[in-house]
Nanobody
């Protein structure tokens, strides 16, 4: 069973930046999996944010974060990243990393394992 752990959340003012990290358990063949970030705001469904292919050659983003967020991965460190710049109050949510057996995926039910989430709060 793959275990994922996120960290790096926090509280920032609008326009600020945060970098989220997500590490997979040591025995994971990390490069065999596509990875993604999702977020869930209070009272809303969990939504796709960004995804990256197994070796990092392809990425895709939800429209509202395109140009502000960057997803990347370091397979040697079994770690996934999400660099978030130009943060807006509407980015406030719990952010989850997730792992898929597919090369890359954007749908929640295509992912097989999830972290516990890290809170990001952006104030106006």
């Amino acid at each position: 069973q793959v275990q994922l752990q996120e960290w790096g959340g926090g509280s920032v003012q609008a326009g600020g930046s945060l970098r989220l990290s997500c590490t997979a358990s040591a025995r994971t063949s990390f490069q065999n999996y596509g990875m993604g970030w999702f977020r869930q705001a209070p009272g809303k469904e969990r939504q796709f944010v960004a995804a990256i292919s197994r070796y990092g050659g392809s990425t895709t983003y939800e429209d509202s974060v395109q140009g502000r967020f960057t997803i990347s991965r370091d397979n040697a460190k079994t770690t996934l990243y999400l660099e978030m710049n130009g943060l807006k109050p509407e980015d406030t949510a719990v952010y989850y990393c997730a792992l898929t057996a597919l090369n890359m995926a954007t749908m929640r039910d295509q992912y097989n394992a999830w972290g516990q989430g890290t809170q990001v709060t952006v104030s106006a």
